[in-house]
């Protein structure tokens, strides 16, 4: 059974940073491509990152040069690094397995970023 | 700058057929955007329910199906029951590694 379980949420200062993590569990992690995706309150979904299996790394324009998504497959476990956080980062971070290069196959539950004074 | 539109809400009655739409502002949908369809109740994570244009996610009922009408993707549930009242988001990918979602749209059933 396929397994995203994040962790690394939490209350964070504007300016601040924080590391987000997925371990991940029933599947082949290291041939795997993996996404986060994001909610913010009462709003849609909105892709983050991914990481592709052969190592390339891809982000939205609204956190480029701010977040990095890495995966370490040793330890089956996806991250992403937050820095210069914003208000508007405020939001549910989900991760997403992704099913082949095109869409997203299993998801996580979740953890909330709060970035506030 | 590249939207993914879809309709902000949509009603259908209990039995009844409705049709949901996935297009770009920039253009015309087709299979090579790989559009896929999730389904979110309040509270819940996502569900992935159709991939890769018309292929149904394991354990999905067949009342739901995809396809593209015309200029765009559509997602069709045929016999919509009560617990098919959820908000329901397109993906579309445009690039390598690139991927965007719909604005989603809120579908009631009454």
């Known amino acids: 059974e396929v397994q995203l379980l994040e962790s690394g949420g939490g209350l964070v200062p504007p300016g601040g940073s924080l590391r987000l993590s997925c371990a991940a569990s029933?599947?082949?992690?290291?041939?795997?491509?993996m996404s986060w995706v994001r909610q913010a309150p009462g709003t849609g979904l909105e892709w983050v990152s991914t990481f592709g299996t052969r190592g390339g790394t891809y982000y939205a324009d609204s956190v480029k040069g701010r977040f990095t998504i890495s995966k370490d497959n040793s330890k089956n476990t996806l991250y992403l690094q937050m820095s210069s956080l914003r208000a508007d980062d405020t939001a549910i971070y989900y991760c997403a397995k992704r099913g082949g290069e095109h869409y997203f196959d299993y998801w996580g539950l979740g953890t909330l970023v709060t970035v506030s004074s | 700058q590249t939207v993914v539109t879809q309709e902000p809400s949509f009603s259908v009655s209990p039995g009844g057929t409705v049709t949901l739409t996935c297009g770009l502002n920039?253009?015309?949908?087709?299979?090579?955007?790989?559009p896929s369809w999730y389904q979110q109740t309040p509270g819940q994570a996502p569900r992935t329910l159709i991939y890769?244009?018309?292929i149904r996610s394991s354990g999905v009922p067949d009342r739901f199906s995809g396809s593209i009408l015309g200029n765009k993707a559509a997602l069709t549930i045929t016999g919509a029951q009560a617990d098919d009242e959820s908000d329901y988001y397109c993906?579309?990918?445009?690039?390598?590694?690139?991927?965007?979602f719909g604005g989603g749209t809120k579908l009631t059933v009454l």
């Open positions: 890769n244009t018309n």
């Open positions: 920039s253009g015309s949908v087709s299979t090579s955007h790989y």
């Open positions: 029933g599947f082949s992690f290291s041939n795997s491509a």
């Open positions: 993906v579309l990918y445009l690039a390598t590694g690139i991927s965007m």
